[in-house]
């Protein structure tokens, strides 16, 4: 059974940073691609960024480019999202996901405020 478990969201100020974790179990870590999406109040979710299964290609939606980056410990089966240079726009609830036959996995997701 697919297990997508996010955590390290919090509030940060605007310029900040914070680093998001994803545990995953259940499926073979290794060989799956990863992706972050976010939603934000009142909108539809958005794909962030996406990392390849041995880590070398990542992709960013152009929001974001620059700011953040993406990776990942095949040894922990964990993917990470650091963010970087936080902006209010980047408030939303950030989820895990991974495609397995067709069908979309999602962890619980994790709260990421920037405010002052």
């Known amino acids: 059974q697919v297990h997508l478990v996010e955590s390290g969201g919090g509030l940060v100020q605007p310029g900040g940073s914070l680093q998001l974790s994803c545990a995953a179990s259940?499926?073979?870590?290794?060989?799956?691609?990863m992706n972050w999406y976010r939603q934000a109040p009142g909108k539809t979710r958005e794909w962030v960024a996406a990392?390849?299964?041995?880590?070398?290609?990542?992709n960013f939606a152009d929001s974001v480019k620059g700011r953040f980056t993406i990776s990942r410990d095949n040894a922990k089966n964990t993917v990470y999202l650091q963010m970087n240079s936080l902006k209010p726009e980047d408030t939303a609830v950030y989820y895990c996901?991974?495609?397995?036959?067709?069908?979309?996995?999602w962890g619980q997701g994790t709260q990421v405020t920037v405010s002052s």
């Open positions: 996901n991974t495609r397995r036959y067709f069908r979309d996995y």
């Open positions: 259940g499926f073979p870590f290794g060989s799956a691609a």
């Open positions: 990392i390849g299964t041995s880590g070398v290609t990542t």
